[in-house]
Protein backbone atom coordinates (compact mmCIF):
# COMPACT_ATOMS: atom_id res chain seq x y z
CA UNK A 1 0.00 0.00 0.00
CA UNK A 2 3.07 2.58 0.70
CA UNK A 3 4.39 1.89 -2.09
CA UNK A 4 1.49 2.80 -4.19
CA UNK A 5 1.27 6.07 -2.20
CA UNK A 6 5.16 6.85 -3.09
CA UNK A 7 4.36 6.24 -6.63
CA UNK A 8 1.51 8.49 -6.89
CA UNK A 9 3.37 10.84 -4.77
CA UNK A 10 6.44 10.55 -7.54
CA UNK A 11 3.91 10.55 -10.38
CA UNK A 12 2.51 14.08 -8.59
CA UNK A 13 5.97 15.58 -8.49
CA UNK A 14 7.11 14.72 -12.07
CA UNK A 15 3.99 16.41 -13.53
CA UNK A 16 4.49 19.55 -11.17
CA UNK A 17 8.36 19.71 -12.63
CA UNK A 18 6.61 19.43 -16.34
CA UNK A 19 4.02 21.65 -15.52
CA UNK A 20 6.66 24.37 -13.97
CA UNK A 21 9.30 24.25 -16.76
CA UNK A 22 6.68 24.33 -19.54
CA UNK A 23 5.01 27.75 -17.49
CA UNK A 24 8.91 29.01 -17.19
CA UNK A 25 9.31 28.61 -21.14
CA UNK A 26 6.27 29.95 -21.67
CA UNK A 27 7.66 33.51 -19.30
CA UNK A 28 10.52 33.54 -21.21
CA UNK A 29 8.43 33.31 -24.89
CA UNK A 30 6.56 36.36 -23.50
CA UNK A 31 9.36 38.63 -22.39
CA UNK A 32 11.33 37.71 -25.60
CA UNK A 33 7.92 39.07 -27.41
CA UNK A 34 8.08 42.31 -25.11
CA UNK A 35 11.49 43.05 -25.88
CA UNK A 36 10.97 42.04 -29.68
CA UNK A 37 7.67 44.66 -29.48
CA UNK A 38 9.50 47.09 -27.64
CA UNK A 39 12.63 46.70 -30.58
CA UNK A 40 9.81 47.10 -33.27
CA UNK A 41 8.34 50.04 -31.39
CA UNK A 42 12.20 51.47 -31.07
CA UNK A 43 12.30 51.17 -35.32
CA UNK A 44 9.15 53.67 -35.68
CA UNK A 45 10.98 56.20 -33.23
Not at 24 to 41: D, G, R
Request: with cysteine; hydrophobic share 55%.
Amino acid sequence: MSCLIQNYISTLVIIFNILSSISTKINVIQLLFKVFNLAKINEYF
